[in-house]
């Protein structure tokens, strides 16, 4: 079994529509990343989690919503979705002492009409 | 002007060239710096890392950082159409975050 698993992987949604995106990972670390890749613009970093307890905007957070229901996952929710949120969002893992080191998930594919 | 820059490419080479990819990063506080590589559809994963300035080589693959002139290289010898992949390279950022280029994508051709 993959040890970080995002759900769904693909989803079409219209516009002003509220979402979640899930993501859980067995790896056991506590830091947790949502991003987002566009052509063009590459990784940008959302939001991000070194424990259930802390949560931390990133780059691009406007419009953007997460939990961390525990060490295991992290939701990233979109609460009135719009077109320019199209695009491929994965999340990642990391341990403490080696965050240079990210475990990706699949990817969400979403498109919003 | 985004921290790590990187050249989209796409980049084309037959079977067996060596590949170069590059990155300038303008932030030389950090010590970190990352190779990612990212097959069609599926998400990146960590292919090598280096840690302050130098060379790190790995089977065919060599991670360079040249930290006077703020460049970052990576380096595939005899490449093989299975090497056809994004490669993102990315420094350690602060707050123990990551800053990723945008990616150089690279097709290798039988």
């Known amino acids: 079994d993959a040890d970080v698993t995002q759900t769904p992987r693909n989803r079409i949604t219209k516009t002003g529509k509220r979402i979640m995106l899930e993501c859980s990972q067995t790896?056991?670390?506590?830091?947790m990343y949502w991003y987002r890749q566009d052509p063009g613009l590459g990784l940008r970093l959302i939001y991000y989690?070194?424990?259930?307890?802390?949560?931390n905007k990133g780059e691009i957070s406007d419009g953007y919503s997460v939990s961390r229901q525990a060490q295991a996952k992290f939701s990233l929710s979109l609460e009135s979705a719009i077109p320019n949120q199209t695009a491929l969002y994965f999340c990642?893992?990391?341990?403490?002492?080696?965050?240079?080191?990210?475990?990706f998930g699949p990817g969400t594919r979403l498109l919003v009409l | 002007q985004k921290e790590v820059e990187q050249d989209p490419g796409p980049l084309s080479v037959p079977e067996g060239a060596i590949v170069s990819l590059n990155c300038t990063y303008s932030?030389?506080?950090?010590?970190?710096f990352m190779w990612y590589r990212q097959y069609s559809r599926k998400g990146p994963e960590l292919l090598m890392y280096?840690?302050?300035?130098g060379n790190k080589e790995d089977g065919r693959f060599t991670a360079q950082v040249d930290k006077s002139s703020k460049y970052i290289s990576l380096f595939i010898r005899d490449s093989q159409p299975s090497d056809s992949a994004t490669y993102l390279c990315?420094?350690?950022?602060?707050?123990?975050?990551?800053?990723f280029g945008k990616g150089t994508k690279l097709t290798v051709n039988p």
């Open positions: 989690s070194f424990d259930v307890k802390d949560i």
């Open positions: 990642a893992t990391s341990d403490w002492d080696t965050q240079e080191t990210q475990y």
């Open positions: 990315a420094r350690q950022g602060g707050s123990e975050k990551l800053v």
């Open positions: 280096t840690y302050s300035s």
């Open positions: 790896k056991g670390h506590d830091r």
């Open positions: 932030n030389s506080a950090f010590q970190y």
